[in-house]
């Protein structure tokens, strides 16, 4: 089964352009306590490369490109993102990864729970010693 839990965002837009709108407990399935965005990313530059306890996030790439990888220890699966209407869940104890920044890249984050590193698994090897416990 695949890992990457993509929501279709409905586009509200007209003649004009684009709108999409994101409404929590709707299009989002938590509260959202947290909104962060990365942007300017440096050419050849990885982000990420985490998993987090308890948080729920999704991502969304509102400008640009860019490449997540998703791993729960046992499966390993890489989603582009590259349109403002798609929406990928990053679960807890997720190991994620960003790669392929474009120049342009805006990467918009939901987040259920305000910044704790506390919550953050930063090495690997420890992940997988969690997951497979
Ligand atoms: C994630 C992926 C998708 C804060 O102080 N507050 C915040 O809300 C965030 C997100 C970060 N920070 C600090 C923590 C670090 O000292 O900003 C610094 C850079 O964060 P980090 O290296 O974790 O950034 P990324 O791009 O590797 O990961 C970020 C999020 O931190 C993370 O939760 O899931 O984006």
């Known amino acids: 089964m695949s890992l990457v839990k993509l929501t279709n965002l409905p586009d509200l837009g007209d003649d004009r352009g684009g709108l999409v709108a994101i409404e929590e407990s709707q ?3 938590f509260p959202i306590k947290r909104v962060y965005y990365i ?3 440096k050419s050849g530059t990885a982000r990420g490369f985490h998993a987090h306890k308890a948080l729920q996030q999704v991502a969304i790439c509102i400008a640009g490109k860019c490449n997540m990888l998703l791993d729960d220890g046992n499966n390993r699966d890489t ?3 590259g349109s403002p ?3 990928v869940a990053i679960e807890p104890m997720v190991w994620h990864e960003m790669h392929d920044f474009t120049d342009d890249c805006v990467l918009l984050v939901l987040a259920s729970d305000h910044y704790d ?9 420890a992940f997988l010693t969690l ?3």
């Not at 590193?117 to 090897?125: A, G, H, L, S």
């Open 79 to 81: 989603v582009e993102l």
């Open 117 to 125: 590193e506390n919550d953050y698994i930063r090495d690997y090897d």
């Open 131 to 133: 997951v497979k416990q």
């Open 39 to 41: 942007y300017g990313t």
């Open 85 to 87: 209407n798609s929406a």
């Open 27 to 29: 299009t989002i399935p």
